[in-house]
């Protein structure tokens, strides 16, 4: 009788050593100084890519102001010929201006709609 509690005590040691094995070990300490908390900054917080977003939201306003300024607005002028859109006023309140900056707006928010849906359909997020 003794060879089952032989054998049960060595399966038992074997899945003791299995288990062991499989805990997690704890993760090593970060290294100190500024050095690298900054680059653990940089890489915990995606600095580097909210500044390229950043830059090219830039870039896309000024690209869309463009397109409204020099494209769309014209058009309504073509419209309302012998009238320039800017100057349309009521009151103190300068309409025309206003109607410009909403319709730069709207195109800006569109594109960036369009934007973000094609990069979820590459599975970028």
Not at 4 to 11: A, L
Not at 35 to 54: P, Q, R, T
Not at 79 to 103: K, N, Q, Y
Not at 105 to 116: M, R, S, T
Request: glycine share 8%; hydrophobic share 55%; no cysteine.
């Amino acid at each position: 009788m003794s060879k089952p509690k032989d054998k049960n005590e060595e399966i038992l040691q074997v899945l003791k050593e299995i288990k062991a094995l499989l805990e997690p070990k704890p993760a090593p300490s970060p290294k100190k100084g500024l050095w690298n908390e900054f680059l653990d900054f940089i890489s915990k917080y995606k600095v580097m890519g909210m500044a390229v977003a950043f830059i090219l939201g830039i870039y896309l306003g000024t690209l869309v102001q463009a397109l409204v300024g020099d494209f769309i607005m014209p058009i309504i002028t073509l419209v309302l010929p012998d009238v320039r859109w800017e100057d349309f006023v009521v009151g103190p309140f300068r309409i025309g201006h206003f109607v410009g900056a909403l319709i730069t707006f709207l195109i800006v928010a569109f594109v960036v709609f369009l934007i973000v849906k094609v990069t979820k359909k590459w599975g970028i997020e």
